[in-house]
């Protein structure tokens, strides 16, 4: 088959996201689906998809989305299964290594995959690196709560299961700046998961975290709530959540399966009797409404912070709705020039010892 026409250079000013094709549950297809639903809303976002070309060509052709994806030939595929350090190791022909080198190289803004988390933090590090000051990098996810955007972010969720005190500082700073880009907070309210509010609760790294996050609020224009439990998590108290990747990782798990069991009560309750199926017919429309506020596609993808650019992690089992949703997560961090802006947040941050850094009236507000 002919190879596709690179068509994007005809189009500069097209934002560039570089989407991995393979790795997840639902293959390809699935992948393409997405892109072709993020690019029928948005003629502003061009595509770089990367995969083994024979199976692209066909399903991007097939969607009409030749004028709008470069595909780069990447044979091999990392599996769910795959080790990250054999990733990185033997990995160089997969296609999420290609896509990420496609942001480093800066022919794209922003990486989207659906594959092996731990594969992608690692070549993620290991290619973008990380930036200068973060010891870990955090991934940050968004969680429907009661403010009035409808989400909350809370980082770190997986990416290192320890955190002591300047880390989380640093997560503090960088979920600001998440906050600020990605949901139009001019002034996000940060909070410290903590097993209780009181002051004298909690280990001394938490202790000595939420000393040092209040003397930086003022000058990085963020208000410091203090701690918080795991109740606020979905509340209208707080914007930003910080904690450790374990206690993340689990409070996120736990989450969508008690969402995941909630739906499937609600099924059984409305299909027990003839009389819960009529008031099933006649509740369908808030039915709906909840089933959307809650449906984890619509805050698909979790976005990795700290690095010398912008990945998206997208559930592995994300269909087309997904996948659009993770799309139009990294279109928006993109086009406010994040990336950018987080690396100006990180470098404002004071090293253990070192005084907090004078306010500057501009760079406060540009960020």
């Given at each position: 088959?002919?190879?596709?026409?690179?068509?994007?250079?005809?189009?500069?000013?097209?934002?560039?996201?570089?989407?991995?094709?393979?790795?997840?549950?639902?293959?390809?297809?699935?992948?393409?689906?997405?892109i072709a639903k993020a690019a029928e809303k948005n003629p502003d976002i061009g595509f770089i998809l990367h995969g083994p070309k024979d199976k692209l060509s066909s399903l991007v052709a097939k969607r009409r989305l030749t004028d709008r994806c470069e595909i780069r030939d990447a044979p091999?595929?990392?599996?769910?299964?795959?080790?990250?350090?054999?990733?990185?190791?033997?990995?160089?022909?997969?296609?999420?290594?290609?896509?990420?080198?496609?942001?480093?190289?800066?022919?794209?803004?922003?990486?989207?995959?659906?594959?092996?988390?731990?594969?992608?933090?690692?070549?993620?590090?290991?290619?973008?690196?990380?930036?200068?000051?973060?010891?870990?990098?955090?991934?940050?996810?968004?969680?429907?709560?009661?403010?009035?955007?409808?989400?909350?972010?809370?980082?770190?969720?997986?990416?290192?299961?320890?955190?002591?005190?300047?880390?989380?500082?640093?997560?503090?700073?960088?979920?600001?700046?998440?906050?600020?880009?990605?949901?139009?907070?001019?002034?996000?309210?940060?909070?410290?998961?903590?097993?209780?509010?009181?002051?004298?609760?909690?280990?001394?790294?938490?202790?000595?975290?939420?000393?040092?996050?209040?003397?930086?609020?003022?000058?990085?224009?963020?208000?410091?709530?203090?701690?918080?439990?795991?109740?606020?998590?979905?509340?209208?108290?707080?914007?930003?959540?910080?904690?450790?990747?374990?206690?993340?990782?689990?409070?996120?798990?736990?989450?969508?399966?008690?969402?995941?069991?909630?739906?499937?009560?609600?099924?059984?309750?409305?299909?027990?009797?003839?009389?819960?199926?009529?008031?099933?017919?006649?509740?369908?429309?808030?039915?709906?409404?909840?089933?959307?506020?809650?449906?984890?596609?619509?805050?698909?993808?979790?976005?990795?912070?700290?690095?010398?650019?912008?990945?998206?992690?997208?559930?592995?089992?994300?269909?087309?709705?997904?996948?659009?949703?993770?799309?139009?997560?990294?279109?928006?961090?993109?086009?406010?020039?994040?990336?950018?802006?987080?690396?100006?947040?990180?470098?404002?941050?004071?090293?253990?010892?070192?005084?907090?850094?004078?306010?500057?009236?501009?760079?406060?507000?540009?960020?």
């Open positions: 088959m002919a190879e596709l026409p690179e068509q994007n250079s005809a189009k500069p000013d097209r934002t560039i996201i570089s989407v991995d094709a393979m790795g997840g549950d639902l293959g390809p297809a699935a992948v393409v689906a997405g091999d595929v990392v599996s769910m299964k795959d080790k990250p350090s054999q990733v990185m190791r033997n990995g160089q022909s997969t296609s999420m290594w290609s896509a990420i080198e496609a942001v480093r190289l800066g022919d794209a803004e922003v990486c989207v995959s659906c594959g092996n988390t731990g594969a992608l933090m690692l070549l993620s590090m290991m290619r973008l690196r990380k930036l200068p000051g973060v010891n870990r990098p955090a991934i940050a996810c968004l969680w429907p709560s009661r403010n009035k955007g409808g989400f909350n972010v809370m980082l770190d969720v997986g990416a290192d299961i320890r955190a002591d005190s300047h880390d989380l500082v640093q997560y503090a700073l960088m979920g600001m700046s998440y906050a600020r880009n990605g949901l139009g907070l001019a002034r996000p309210r940060v909070g410290l998961l903590n097993l209780g509010t009181e002051e004298h609760k909690g280990r001394p790294e938490l202790k000595e975290a939420a000393d040092l996050i209040a003397d930086i609020a003022p000058t990085a224009d963020f208000d410091y709530v203090g701690f918080v439990e795991g109740g606020d998590i979905p509340s209208d108290r707080v914007d930003v959540i910080v904690t450790d990747g374990f206690t993340g990782n689990v409070a996120l798990k736990t989450g969508e399966g008690t969402a995941a069991l909630i739906r499937e009560f609600l099924k059984e309750a409305f299909e027990a009797t003839p009389l819960s199926r009529i008031a099933a017919l006649l509740a369908l429309t808030s039915l709906r409404r909840l089933t959307k506020r809650i449906d984890p596609r619509r805050v698909n993808g979790g976005v990795f912070l700290g690095l010398n650019g912008t990945v998206v992690k997208s559930h592995g089992s994300a269909d087309a709705t997904g996948v659009s949703a993770a799309i139009k997560l990294a279109f928006k961090l993109a086009e406010s020039g994040f990336a950018d802006r987080l690396a100006a947040r990180v470098a404002s941050i004071p090293s253990p010892g070192q005084d907090a850094p004078q306010t500057e009236a501009e760079s406060r507000h540009s960020q």
